[in-house]
Structures are given as structure tokens and as C-alpha cells.
């Protein structure tokens, strides 16, 4: 049984988060740590045990991984794929969101191809229990024919949306959007490392005619199901014969031909985690078994956000794929109104301060 060697470059919470993670499997061995500040490393390193440290990416890359894993901020993408691809590794895993713009989305896809080198992007959320029960429900046909998909989230988009868009498409089968249109309001968070807009909304039309929906941010609807603001997310699929929806952070609810079911289920970093280190372990050793948060699947979730912020900025519909790269986020910053966001939660002002 081959034992894969690997490194995490960041060791932010995400980073402790996927070290932690691959430590405890034994399908691999943490070979290296790495973050800028000396002081959160030292402070891993204490919890991970026996493992090397560096301040310097470069110097991880060195030693020649089985895996390369980097959880950054979400600018900073494409130099420490370039780093991951000359370390020889044959796989990297990274943190969502893909990329802040298409343009990046495209050269890493592009590298990624033509390095033939597998990848990864943590959406992760799928293996709670909520979410596993919501789509086997969906896939078993207890809905009837699925024609409407759905995700809102009361945290702002580079945080959530990429997450919506992810699980909507995995109860829709991965079908491909063919065209999206959206709006969006509020400047604060263009300022933020998460660079979004304070609120987007939109819909995205699938391959297959189902709708999907997206409400992100500050204007959409609140979840009172769910007490914690951040895990106010409900995401879930109508059908000819019903509806199943998740809740972040509390459960799942469904309403089939069987009658109204419901069960438990939170967002558990430590639960989601291991299941999506092991699944990295199973995709080497087999090329037949991808793995559920392949890359491939990821950059077209990119793609539809690319296109909620084009249709922000162009006006109108946005076709995809995708066939030139753009910086969204300028796009926004040109175009997003100067006014205020309104917001559905009082709750909500602690996070959207800003007028932008
Ligand atoms: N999948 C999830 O459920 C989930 C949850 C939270 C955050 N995230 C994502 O994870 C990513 C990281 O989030 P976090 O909360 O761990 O962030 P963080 O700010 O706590 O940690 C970031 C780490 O990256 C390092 N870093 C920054 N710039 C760097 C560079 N240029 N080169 C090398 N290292 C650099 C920092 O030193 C730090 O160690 C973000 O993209 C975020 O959106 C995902």
C-alpha cells in the first residue's frame, strides 16, 4: 500500500484544518508544514507532532510530494499552483474559492492541463450527513424529476457562493450551465480579501432545463432553522413530486410522496475532512475513481459565478463555457451601485458595515 508523501503551505485554520486531517490518515505521511508567520507554524507544529516546518513555500516544494496542498487566501492562487506542478506532485489540492476572476480560473486551468497533474478544491461540506441523505433522496428519485435547484447564504459570495453552486450542481447530476443572468448590490465587500459583492443574486440555466437559484450575501432570506449566522445556507432541489433542502448548520428537511421527513446534520469540519483526504488517497491509487472534488467540477462552478458578476457588468445573459478570461472583480468594482446594501437580517449589519 503506497504511502503518499505530503505538504500544506498555510497554516491559517484551513491549513491546520487539512494537515490535521492528513496526519491522522494513514494512507499518508505529513512530510512538511509551511506558513510565512513563524509564530502560527511553531504553533502547528506543536499540535501536528513530528513534521518538518518551513517559512518558505519553495522550500516544501523541494521535497518532492506525492501531494501538494495550499490553503491561502483566495488571492493568492496560481504561483502556488505553478509551485505545486514544479514539485513534481501528482496531486494538488487547494481551498475554494477556484480563483477570484476568470482569467486566473483559466491560466490554472490551463497549467493544471497541461501538466497532466490531478487537483482538487475543498467543497468539502458534501460528506456531512445532511447533505449525503438531501442527495441520495434527490438521486433516488423521492422528489420525482428535478426542475428547480436552489442555494442562499447570508455570508458574502467568495466566502459561500462557490459552495452553493457546487452542491446545487451535485443534486442536479453536474448537468453544465449553459447561461446565467444576475444582479447585485452593496460595495463593502469589495474591499474585503474575500472580494464580493455585499449581495448577488441570479439564476443559471442547466443543460438539462433545470433552474437553479442563488441568493448570496446580504439580501438573502434568512434560514431559521439555523441559529449561526455563517451556516445560514439552504440548499436543496424541487421536483415534480417534492422538495429536500440541507441547512448548513442544523439538518435536513424533506417533503416527498412518502410525506414530510426530516433529520439532524451540522457542518463538522473534523467529520467532512476525513472522508476528503481519503478520497484523495483512493483517486491516486485508481484513476477510476475521480474524486468527488475533482478540479474539473469546481472551475465550471467558477465559470458560473464568472458569469453572475458578467451579467452584473455586461447586462443581459452570459453564455458558457467561458472563452475568454476577464477580472470580474474590477468589472464590479466599476459597476456595482454607490448604495448602501439593503439587508434582510438585522443581524446581518455586524458584517456589512461599509458603504464601499
Ligand atoms: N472549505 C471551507 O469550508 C472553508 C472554510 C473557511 C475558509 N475556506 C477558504 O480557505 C482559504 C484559507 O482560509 P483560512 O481561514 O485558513 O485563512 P487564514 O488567513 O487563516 O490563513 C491563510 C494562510 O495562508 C498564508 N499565506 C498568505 N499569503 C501567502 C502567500 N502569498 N504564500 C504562502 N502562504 C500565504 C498565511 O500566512 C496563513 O498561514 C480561503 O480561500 C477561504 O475562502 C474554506
Redesign the pocket.
Same mark, same amino acid.
Given at each position: 500500500m503506497t504511502r503518499y508523501r505530503v505538504v500544506v $503551505?498555510?497554516? #491559517? *485554520? *484551513?491549513? $491546520?484544518?487539512h494537515a490535521t486531517a492528513f496526519a491522522a490518515n494513514p494512507r499518508f505521511e505529513l512530510a512538511g508544514i #509551511?506558513? *510565512?508567520?513563524r509564530q *502560527?507554524?511553531d504553533a502547528a507544529a506543536a499540535k501536528l507532532g513530528n513534521v518538518k516546518t518551513s517559512t518558505d513555500?519553495s522550500a516544501l516544494a523541494a521535497m518532492k510530494p506525492d501531494v501538494f496542498c +495550499?490553503?491561502? !487566501? !483566495?488571492n $493568492?492562487r496560481l !504561483?502556488?499552483i505553478e509551485l505545486g506542478i514544479g514539485s513534481g506532485a501528482k496531486l494538488i489540492a +487547494?481551498?475554494? !474559492?477556484v480563483a477570484m476572476t476568470s482569467a486566473e480560473g483559466m491560466a490554472i486551468k490551463q497549467a493544471l492541463d497541461r501538466a497532466g497533474v490531478k487537483a482538487v478544491v475543498? %467543497?468539502? %461540506?458534501r460528506y456531512g450527513e445532511h447533505y449525503k441523505k438531501v442527495q441520495e433522496l434527490i438521486a433516488g428519485g423521492a422528489i420525482g424529476k428535478v426542475h428547480t435547484v436552489y442555494g442562499t447564504a447570508t455570508g458574502w459570495a467568495?466566502?459561500m457562493l462557490s %459552495?452553493l453552486v457546487d452542491y446545487t450542481s451535485w443534486f442536479n447530476g453536474y448537468e453544465p450551465a449553459e447561461w446565467v443572468m444576475g444582479q447585485a448590490a452593496g460595495r463593502g465587500k469589495l474591499g474585503d480579501? %474575500?472580494t464580493s459583492p455585499d449581495y448577488v443574486a441570479g439564476v443559471v440555466h442547466f443543460r438539462n432545463g433545470v433552474r437553479g437559484t442563488y441568493d448570496c450575501g446580504a439580501g438573502a432570506p434568512d434560514v431559521a432553522e439555523v441559529p449561526y449566522w455563517w451556516r445560514k445556507c439552504r440548499i436543496g432541489a424541487h421536483g415534480t413530486d417534492g422538495y429536500a433542502e440541507v441547512h448548513t448548520g442544523s439538518g435536513w428537511r424533506a417533503v416527498t410522496r412518502d410525506g414530510v421527513q426530516s433529520g439532524p446534520g451540522g457542518?463538522d469540519?473534523d467529520h467532512?475532512m476525513a472522508p476528503y483526504v481519503q478520497q484523495m488517497a483512493d483517486w491516486l491509487d485508481d484513476d477510476r475513481k475521480p474524486h468527488p472534488a475533482r478540479f474539473e467540477r469546481a472551475y465550471h462552478g467558477l465559470e458560473i459565478v464568472s458569469a453572475l458578476y458578467r451579467s452584473v457588468a455586461e447586462g443581459g445573459q452570459v453564455a458558457l463555457p467561458l472563452t475568454s478570461g476577464l477580472d470580474e472583480i474590477d468589472a464590479l468594482k466599476a459597476k456595482v451601485p454607490r448604495r448602501r446594501v439593503l439587508m434582510t437580517l438585522a443581524e446581518s449589519g455586524k458584517e456589512y458595515k461599509e458603504e464601499g
Open positions: $503551505v498555510g497554516m #491559517g *485554520r *484551513r491549513g $491546520v484544518h #509551511g506558513s *510565512r508567520d *502560527r507554524l513555500a +495550499f490553503c491561502t !487566501p !483566495p $493568492v !504561483p502556488l +487547494f481551498e475554494k !474559492p475543498s %467543497h468539502q %461540506h467568495a466566502h %459552495h480579501g %474575500h457542518m469540519y467532512d
